[in-house]
């Protein structure tokens, strides 16, 4: 068990749950309740880039699995709030559900695969 793995995992765990709580506010016309989780979702993104970032620094590992895993974790938390923005705009979220998906699924694959913060510290 390593603290810098534990807390990334943690960052993208509660990112997801309130991209969710988020997009049910906005759904049920909340606004103003919304706006405030979408914040704080806001903050949690700059954390979950942080906890990837001190992964990346610690393991020094720039490969092309490493810095994809990087780049694939950034373009997830892109489609999470072109999403949200789509909601909040009433426009059509379809397409943006399935990217975001996508970008979720193939990000966790790619993370689970490589998993080396768990054994290196
Ligand atoms: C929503 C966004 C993200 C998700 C869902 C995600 C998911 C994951 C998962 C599942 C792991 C594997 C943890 C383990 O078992 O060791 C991981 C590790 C990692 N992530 Fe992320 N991540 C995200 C964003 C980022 C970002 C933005 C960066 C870089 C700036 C990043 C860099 C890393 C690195 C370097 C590892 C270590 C891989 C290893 O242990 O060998 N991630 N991530």
Same mark, same amino acid.
């Given at each position: 068990?390593?603290?810098?793995t534990?807390?990334h995992i &943690?960052?993208?765990? !509660?990112?997801?749950?309130?991209?969710f709580?988020t997009?049910?506010?906005?759904?049920?016309?909340?606004k103003? @309740?919304?706006? !405030?989780v979408?914040?704080i979702? =806001?903050l949690?993104?700059?954390? !979950?880039?942080?906890? @990837?970032?001190?992964l990346?620094?610690?393991?020094?590992?720039?490969n092309g699995?490493?810095?994809?895993?990087?780049i694939l974790? *950034?373009i997830?938390i @892109?489609?999470?709030?072109?999403? $949200? *923005?789509r =909601?909040?705009k009433?426009?059509? &979220?379809?397409?943006?559900? !399935?990217?975001? *998906?996508?970008a979720?699924v193939?990000?966790?694959?790619l993370? $689970? =695969?490589?998993?080396? @913060?768990?054994?290196l510290?």
């Open positions: 068990m390593n603290l810098s534990h807390l &943690t960052t993208w765990v !509660i990112g997801l749950i309130f991209v709580v997009y049910a506010m906005y759904s049920s016309g909340s103003s @309740g919304a706006k !405030i979408h914040m979702l =806001r949690i993104y700059l954390l !979950i880039i942080a906890t @990837g970032a001190d990346l620094f610690r393991l020094q590992l720039w699995e490493y810095i994809s895993k990087a974790g *950034i997830s @892109g489609f999470m709030e072109m999403l $949200l *923005i =909601r909040k009433q426009k059509s &979220t379809t397409g943006m559900w !399935i990217a975001f *998906i996508i979720i193939v990000t966790i694959a993370g $689970l =695969r490589l998993q080396l @913060g768990f054994k510290f």
